[in-house]
């Protein structure tokens, strides 16, 4: 098997092909196509409710898509035996988050499982993967914690060293900035791009979303309102349209990186009385 340099299998071809989600009547997700290529980044944007975790779920095969398929590599996601699909495609879901009655260590150990035969234990291999895997998270020093002890932010670095643990070509990440402080931000950003996998990662922070992601994919109700390159798909328009915001874009004069601020009006803290 191709193996890229942090040890994955090679990053995946991703194709959601005119997905539905169809729930008690109601259209969470509306006939979505999203290509994603070997290696890319792709972020997922949208206001609260526009379906991005359900999107993600299809993918992860947690929620069965109505219509439409799932293809990684071209073979039908939720016709592959799930083995098959945990050594290639690895998740952070926002739901994942729930407690474990375990140590931080065997949560990251979990991510092995698909790469065993059933009751194995870990091989030197595996505590080689567990270990790196925690230090990249920096949560080497919580390994034996329970992790029903660890702050929203651990535990959601932990979940991020479980699925590095799985070592797979694909990732789906929902919001897996969210709890973190602006230094672990950076580091999982960082880390999803230089990982060299094939990722979908659902991200609130525009600004982030534009520095680290090839091209942006904005849902609204269910529906691909804009998808390409951040600097394309971040205007004042769009923001407006689908956030209800009053914002601008500019180009960071270093990076070139778009940036969104908003505009507060009359009521940014600058204009409240002192006190
Ligand atoms: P996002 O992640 O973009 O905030 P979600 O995909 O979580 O959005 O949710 C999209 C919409 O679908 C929301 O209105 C949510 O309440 C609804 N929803 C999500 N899951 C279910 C479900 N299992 N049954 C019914 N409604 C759901
Ligand atoms: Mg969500």
């Not at 729930?98 to 035969?117: E, I, N, Q, S």
């Not at 996998?197 to 609130?204: R, S």
């Not at 691909?224 to 874009?249: C, F």
Request: glycine share 10%; with cysteine; hydrophobic share 40%.
């Amino acid at each position: 098997m191709t193996r890229t340099p942090e040890g994955t299998t090679a990053p995946g071809a991703l194709d959601i092909e005119d997905v539905t989600v169809t729930v008690g009547g109601r259209d969470l997700v509306h006939g979505v196509s999203l290509r994603v290529a070997p290696g890319e980044v792709l972020g997922l944007a949208g206001p609260n409710g526009a379906g991005k975790s359900t999107l993600l779920r299809t993918v992860y095969r947690t929620q069965r898509p109505t219509t439409g398929r799932v293809l990684l590599d071209g073979e039908d996601v939720w016709r592959l035996p799930g083995k098959q699909v945990a050594r290639r495609l690895a998740a952070v879901l926002q739901e994942s988050a729930g407690d474990f009655d375990l140590t931080v260590y065997d949560v990251v150990a979990m991510g092995r499982t698909p790469h065993k035969r059933a009751f194995a234990g870990d091989d030197a291999h595996d505590r080689a993967v567990i270990t790196h895997a925690l230090t990249r998270l920096d949560v080497v020093e919580l390994a034996d914690a329970p992790f029903q002890h660890l702050s929203g932010g651990e535990k959601q670095r932990v979940l991020i060293a479980r699925a590095l643990a799985q070592q797979c070509g694909t990732m789906v990440w929902d919001e897996p900035t969210n709890h973190l402080d602006l230094r672990h931000q950076l580091d999982v950003l960082t880390l999803v791009r230089r990982f060299g996998a094939t990722a979908v990662v659902a991200l609130h922070d525009l600004n982030l979303a534009a520095a680290f992601c090839d091209r942006l994919c904005v849902l609204a109700a269910g529906r691909v309102v804009a998808l390409g390159p951040p600097a394309e798909v971040l205007t004042p328009e769009l923001l407006s349209s689908v956030y209800r915001v009053d914002a601008e874009v500019g180009a960071h004069p270093r990076t070139g990186t778009p940036y969104v601020t908003l505009l507060t009006g009359d009521d940014g803290p600058a204009k409240l009385p002192r006190r």
